[in-house]
């Protein structure tokens, strides 16, 4: 039996993939007061304008509540969509009454924005990042579901990331590879989490 960091991370995905599909809808839908409501207290606490945060799936804690209530507040909301290669274009979100415009990734199964992708470094301009996870540790290492999409895209930035997971995602380690970089820190529905002094 392997046991190899990459093995390990391989098993954990396939859990927590496992235990996100057990969970009913109507308690996901019920998270998304409370994640909005987190996410906006970060906003604030850091001052933040421009922001990118990712669109969840049916299994995640719901994001859409939480960018909506940013674009009323006229701060602006990058979102991803995935290429091939692991790469992440950014477009921005549109007006709050319409939201964005999405479609489902045919090979990812994710939600990807559609519209026209920013040029340039779009993440070099924001002042947070929410990214998504399986599981994050105490110590901020985030274990994303294997294509490396939030690893290149957040590869050297000094702007503040958090991961957004479920409360019982938050684990005490998780497999450590020598790529992996830590989040500043960690929200779920019941808590905000800072990782040391990042």
């Given amino acids: 039996m392997e046991h190899s960091p990459a093995a390990e991370k391989r098993r954990l995905r396939a859990?927590?993939?496992e235990a996100r599909?057990?969970?009913?809808?109507?308690?996901?839908?019920?998270?998304?007061e409370p994640v909005a409501a987190r996410l906006e207290a970060l906003v604030d606490e850091l001052g933040a304008r421009r922001?990118?945060?990712?669109?969840?799936?049916?299994?995640?804690?719901?994001?859409?509540?939480?960018?909506?209530?940013?674009l009323?507040?006229?701060?602006?909301?990058?979102?991803?969509?995935?290429?091939?290669?692991?790469?992440?274009?950014?477009?921005e979100a549109g007006e709050p009454g319409s939201l964005l415009a999405e479609r489902m990734h045919p090979r990812l199964r994710v939600p990807e924005a559609v519209g026209e992708?920013?040029?340039?470094?779009?993440?070099?301009?924001?002042?947070?990042?929410i990214a998504p996870a399986a599981l994050v540790d105490?110590?901020?290492?985030?274990?994303?579901?294997?294509?490396?999409?939030?690893d290149r895209a957040l590869a050297g930035r000094t702007q503040p990331v958090f991961a957004l997971v479920h409360?019982?995602?938050?684990?005490d380690r998780v497999p450590r590879e020598p790529h992996d970089r830590p989040v500043n820190g960690i929200v779920t529905p019941s808590m905000t989490l800072r990782i040391g002094d990042r």
Avoid: K, M
């Fill in 15 to 17: 859990e927590v993939r």
């Fill in 21 to 32: 599909g057990a969970r009913p809808a109507t308690a996901i839908d019920a998270l998304a």
């Fill in 51 to 70: 922001i990118a945060c990712f669109l969840s799936t049916p299994a995640e804690p719901p994001t859409r509540p939480f960018v909506a209530a940013c």
């Fill in 72 to 91: 009323r507040r006229g701060l602006a909301v990058l979102l991803p969509r995935p290429l091939d290669g692991g790469v992440l274009q950014w477009v």
């Fill in 117 to 129: 992708a920013l040029s340039g470094d779009p993440l070099g301009g924001t002042d947070l990042v």
């Fill in 138 to 150: 105490r110590g901020g290492f985030r274990l994303g579901w294997g294509g490396g999409y939030y």
């Fill in 167 to 171: 409360d019982d995602e938050v684990v």
